[in-house]
């Protein structure tokens, strides 16, 4: 067990794989990246 705290673990993605807090993060991120238009990063390749 890591001695950080939870907003510091979250963080520093300091879950270990296999863990519900892991796939949590994963899914979030995953949902982030898919749902987000491309046009809000920035995508040069990506017509207005």
């Known amino acids: 067990m890591s001695a950080l705290g939870p907003r ?3 963080l520093l993605w300091d879950y270990d ?3 519900v807090a892991y796939d949590l ?3 979030v ?3 982030v990246l898919t749902l987000v238009p491309a046009g809000a990063w920035g995508d040069p390749m990506v017509r207005p």
Do not use: K
């Open 29 to 31: 991120l995953f949902a």
């Open 25 to 27: 993060l994963c899914l």
């Open 8 to 10: 510091a673990r979250l």
């Open 17 to 19: 794989r296999g863990t």
